[in-house]
C-alpha cells in the first residue's frame, strides 16, 4: 500500500474538515457545510464523501479533492508539508524514513554471510584441494586464466553427501538455514538432509548488487546429467530476476551502449576474460520481461548472439515476441495536411540477433580468434531479418499452409516498424524469401492490424483500452422535467437530509448519493501517459480540436495524480528520463509509489497503440461525464419543485451550467469518435491503394 492510501486508511476526511473549522451536517450518506473556500451563506455548497473520502464544492468553486488538495488548499501549503503533516497526524512513518523490517533483514543477512562463504569456500577447494584435480584440468581446458577464476570466484563441490553440511554446520549454521539458501537437499520421503552439490564445478551466481544469491554448477564427468544444476529458487534467488554477470558488466553495458546476451556462463566468462565486458547470460531458456526490463535500464540496444540450432531459434522467437510486447514503445506524433493526428509506435530498443556459424559457440569462437567477435557482432541483423530466415527456413514451395503461418509470425514485427521506406524493403523480402505476392502481404498485414482494433459498431466505437466502460449514451436529464425522477432508483433515499430551502423534492426527504465514480479510466490514462509522452499532447490537441479543454489538474481526485499531470507534461517537453523506473527514482517517494501502482496492473494497451490518443481522448470525456452525472444528481436536490430556477442562485446556476456541459461533452464524443472511425478507414483503405 502506498503511504498516501495508509494516510487515507487511517484518517476521516470528516474530522479534518471539522477540525479546520468547518461546520458539517450529515446529508444522507454525505455531509454537507458552507465551502470554506468561497463565500457561501445561502444554500451549503460544500460536500464531504465519507465513502469515496473526497469532498466537492458545488458552488463558485467548482472543485474537489481529496485530505491532501483539502489541507495544502486550506493552508496553502505544497504536497510534501501538507504529506508530513497528515503523516504524523495519521501516525504513519513514511517510506523514506522507515527501518527495514528488523527481524526479516536479520535473516537475510545471514543468508548473503551464507552464501558469501560457501563460495569462498568452494573457491578455496577449486585452488587448493587435491580432489580438485579434475576441475583444475577442466579450467585449463576452458582456457579460463587466474585473474577470471578470481574475479568469478569460480569453485569445486567435493563429491560428497556431506562435505559442505558438515563444514558450514560446524560454522554454526543450522540444517534449516542450509536448506533455505539452496545448498543441501531434503530427500522427499526420508526426509534425510544432504549436500546438493556433489562433484561440480561451481560458478557463483550475483545479483544486481554483486551479493552471491546462488550457484550454477556444472558436471565434471562426461556421462554427468545434468550437465548445469542451478540453484533452486529460494528468497534470494529467483532465475527470472537475475541476469548472469550483470553486476560487473553494466557499467561496460553502459559505455558501449549495447548489451550482448549469449547463453551460457561459460561464454560470459571467456569474453570477459578477452576483454569483451558488456556480455551477459539470460539464466534459463527463455528471457522473461523482468529480465528484459532490468537490461533495458542500462542500453536500448540488445544483440542477441545465439547458438545456431533450431531449438535456439525457437526459444529466441518466444524471446523476440516477448521483448516486442514487454519493451517501451515510443509514441510518434504527427499532424497530417488536414490537421488530423498521425501515430506510430515504435519499439525504443535497438534489437539484432546474431547467429553463431555451425558447431561454434562464443566460448569456442573467442578462443580460437578472438578478433573474430567484434566482426561477428558487426554483423549482427535487425531482428526482422533473423524472423524472415528463421520462418522460411525448412518450408516447401508448394507448402501455401506453412507459408501462411509464416507471414503471420512476421508481420506483427513488419507492422512496428515506423519507416514506411524501410517497411516497403522488408514486405519485398518477405514476399521474396516466401514466393508470395507482396500486394497480399499488404492486404494480410493491415487486416491483422484491424483485427488488433476495436470492434466500432452503429452505436459509436467504445474506447479500446479498457473492458467495458460505463454506459454514457442516455443524455442528461432535462432541465425542467418535473417531478424530480432520481437517476438511480436503485439507491434508497435513506438519508434524513439537511432541509437546504423550504421546498424539497421527493416527499421531503434528501437523497444524496452515493458517489459511484470509478477511478479506473483516469489510473489507465496516467499510466499510459507515463509510458508514452506523446499521447498527452496528441490527447489535448484532440479534445481542443473538440473544444473541450485540455487535461487540467480538475480531472483528477486524488491529489498524486494532480502532481503526476504535471510529471506527464514536463517529460513531453523536456526528453528526460528514459524508463519508469528512472523515472521513480526521482520522484518524491510518496509520489513514486503511486507511480509503481499504476504500473501494477497489466497494460491493456496490447497493439494498438496508433488509436492510443482517440481512445484516450474518449475516455477523458467519458469520466467528466461520469463526474457531472454525479455532482448532478446531488445539486439536483436544491432545485426548487415546479420548474420555475433561480439563477442568481449559485447552486441552480451551477446544476444548468453543468447540464449544458454535460450536452457539450456528448456532442463531442458523438463527433470524435465518429472522426476517429473515419480515420481509421481512411488509414486503410488508403495504405491499400499504395
Ligand atoms: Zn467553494
Known amino acids: ?53 473526497t469532498w466537492r464544492c458545488f458552488g463558485a468553486c467548482a472543485e474537489g479533492g481529496d485530505v491532501f488538495s483539502f489541507v495544502m488548499k486550506k493552508n496553502g501549503w505544497d504536497f510534501r508539508e501538507t504529506l508530513v503533516d497528515l503523516a504524523r497526524r495519521a501516525g504513519v512513518t513514511l517510506e523514506e524514513t522507515r527501518p527495514k523490517d528488523a527481524a526479516r533483514e536479520a535473516i537475510e543477512d545471514r543468508q548473503v554471510a551464507l552464501l558469501d562463504a560457501a563460495s569462498n569456500y568452494y573457491h578455496q577447494l577449486l585452488l587448493h584441494a587435491p580432489q580438485a584435480e579434475a576441475a583444475r584440468r577442466y579450467v585449463s581446458d576452458r582456457g579460463l586464466n587466474d585473474d577470471t577464476v578470481n574475479a568469478f570466484r569460480l569453485g569445486f563441490a567435493f563429491d560428497s ?30 526426509h534425510t538432509r544432504y549436500d546438493r552439490f556433489r562433484g561440480r564445478f561451481m560458478i557463483p551466481i550475483r545479483d544486481l548488487d554483486g551479493r552471491v544469491v546462488g550457484f550454477g554448477a556444472r558436471t565434471l564427468d562426461p556421462d554427468g546429467i545434468p550437465k548445469y544444476l542451478n540453484s533452486p529458487q529460494t528468497a534470494l534467488f529467483d532465475k527470472g530476476h537475475l541476469i548472469f554477470n550483470l553486476d560487473m558488466a553494466r557499467r561496460h553495458i553502459r559505455d558501449a551502449r549495447e548489451v550482448v546476451l549469449v547463453e551460457g556462463y561459460l561464454d560470459v566468462m571467456t569474453a570477459w576474460q578477452h576483454g569483451f565486458r558488456n556480455v551477459v547470460a539470460q539464466m534459463g531458456t527463455a528471457l522473461t520481461e523482468t529480465q528484459l526490463r532490468l537490461l533495458q535500464k542500462h542500453s536500448k540496444r540488445f544483440v542477441l548472439a545465439l547458438d545456431p540450432d533450431a531449438a535456439g531459434a525457437k526459444a529466441t522467437l518466444r524471446s523476440l515476441q516477448l521483448a516486442r510486447e514487454t519493451l517501451d514503445r515510443e509514441l510518434d506524433v504527427r499532424f497530417d ?8 509506435g515504435r519499439l525504443r530498443a535497438d534489437i ?56 503471420t509470425q512476421v508481420l506483427p514485427l513488419i507492422n512496428d516498424i515506423a519507416d514506411p521506406v524501410e517497411r516497403d524493403h522488408y514486405f519485398t523480402k518477405l514476399g521474396k524469401t516466401l514466393g508470395i505476392d507482396v500486394a497480399a502481404l499488404r492486404q494480410a498485414a493491415e487486416k491483422q492490424k484491424k483485427d488488433r482494433r476495436p ?78 509522452p506523446g499521447a ?44 519508469i523506473d528512472e523515472l521513480c527514482d526521482s520522484l518524491d517517494s510518496a509520489i513514486a509509489q503511486r507511480v509503481r501502482a499504476l504500473f501494477e496492473k497489466p497494460s491493456t494497451l496490447g497493439n494498438k497503440l496508433d488509436r492510443l490518443p482517440d481512445s484516450l ?6 469520466w467528466r461525464l461520469e463526474k457531472i452525472r454525479e455532482q448532478n444528481s446531488i445539486l439536483k436536490q436544491f432545485l426548487p419543485a415546479g420548474g420555475r430556477f433561480d439563477s442568481k442562485d449559485e447552486l441552480t446556476q451551477s446544476y444548468l451550467d453543468q447540464v449544458q456541459e454535460m450536452k457539450r461533452i456528448n456532442h463531442a464524443r458523438d463527433a470524435m469518435s465518429a472522426t476517429g472511425r473515419r480515420r481509421a478507414e481512411e488509414g486503410l483503405s488508403g495504405r491499400k491503394t499504395r
Open 1 to 53: 500500500m502506498t503511504d498516501t492510501q495508509e494516510i487515507k486508511n487511517r484518517l476521516d476526511l470528516v474530522d479534518v474538515v471539522q477540525d479546520y473549522g468547518v461546520q458539517l451536517r450529515k446529508s444522507g450518506r454525505n455531509y454537507a457545510g458552507f465551502c470554506p473556500f468561497h463565500a457561501n451563506t445561502r444554500t451549503p455548497a460544500f460536500y464531504v464523501f465519507p465513502e469515496s473520502q
Open 161 to 190: 553427501w556431506d562435505a559442505a553440511k558438515t563444514h558450514f554446520t560446524g560454522q554454526g549454521y543450522s540444517e534449516e538455514e542450509l536448506l533455505a539458501v539452496g545448498l543441501l537437499t531434503e530427500h522427499e520421503e526420508r
Open 337 to 344: 495536411a488536414r490537421g488530423l493526428v498521425q501515430l506510430e
Open 352 to 407: 539484432r540477433v546474431v547467429t553463431l556459424p555451425e558447431g561454434q559457440d562464443p566460448d569456442k569462437l573467442i578462443r580460437n580468434d578472438p578478433a573474430a567477435w567484434p566482426r561477428l557482432l558487426a554483423e549482427a541483423r535487425p531482428v526482422v531479418d533473423y524472423v524472415i530466415e528463421v520462418v522460411a527456413a525448412g518450408l516447401e514451395p508448394g507448402d501455401a499452409k506453412g507459408k501462411s503461418v509464416a507471414a
Open 455 to 532: 470492434r466500432t459498431t452503429s452505436g459509436g466505437s467504445r474506447p479500446p483500452y479498457h473492458e467495458q466502460p460505463p454506459p454514457i449514451q442516455d443524455g442528461p436529464p432535462q432541465v425542467g422535467d418535473q417531478p424530480f425522477v432520481p437517476p438511480e432508483p436503485d439507491v434508497p433515499p435513506d438519508g434524513t437530509g439537511i432541509p437546504a430551502r423550504g421546498t424539497l423534492n421527493s416527499g421531503g426527504k434528501i437523497a444524496t448519493r452515493r458517489l459511484r465514480h470509478s477511478p479506473r479510466l483516469e489510473e489507465n490514462f496516467l499510466r499510459q501517459c507515463l509510458e508514452h
Open 536 to 579: 498527452l499532447p496528441a490527447v489535448n490537441y484532440l479534445l481542443t480540436r473538440h473544444k473541450q479543454q485540455e487535461v487540467s489538474a480538475a480531472d483528477f481526485v486524488r491529489v498524486e495524480d494532480k502532481i503526476i499531470l504535471d510529471i506527464i507534461s514536463d517529460r513531453t517537453t523536456t526528453p528526460s528520463v528514459a524508463t
Open 617 to 622: 481522448a474518449l475516455s477523458v470525456l467519458d
